[in-house]
């Protein structure tokens, strides 16, 4: 199983990013996707969650205005969209994978079977 992301760079203030989640070696649509980001010197913490389906969506409140979870199944794809960047949203994101059985809290990153290994945003004037 392979998971790579992909889309992070360096941008402005009030800018815009679309990150992206490609998996390999499963069944996609099988699996829930969810992204967290960690700063440097922080912990990695919870972003969003998409189900298998797309029609459900989680978010944490400083996450739910400016950002948007999607999937392609038939990509084998998640994105993750940022509008109105700002600089503490500067962080290495994580796309995660786990079943959707799993009823564990989507915050606990230990209940999720695969990661990426990130892509790098950075928001400076």
């Known amino acids: 199983v392979q998971v790579v992301e992909s889309g992070g760079e360096m941008v402005r203030p009030g800018g815009s990013l679309r990150l992206s989640c490609v998996a390999s070696g499963l069944d996609f649509g099988d699996y829930i996707i969810s992204w967290f980001r960690q700063s440097q010197g922080g912990e990695r913490v919870f972003v969003a969650a998409?189900?298998?389906?797309?029609?459900?969506?989680v978010y944490e409140d400083y996450s739910k205005v400016r950002f948007t979870v999607s999937r392609n199944n038939a990509k084998a794809t998640g994105y993750l969209q940022i509008n109105r960047l700002r600089p503490e949203d500067t962080a290495v994101y994580y796309c995660?994978?786990?079943?959707?059985?799993?009823?564990?809290?989507?915050?606990?990153?230990?209940?999720?079977?695969?990661w990426g290994q990130g892509t790098q945003v950075t928001v400076s004037a």
């Open positions: 995660a994978l786990r079943e959707p059985w799993n009823r564990a809290p989507l915050r606990s990153t230990q209940e999720y079977a695969y």
């Open positions: 998409i189900d298998w389906t797309g029609s459900n969506k």
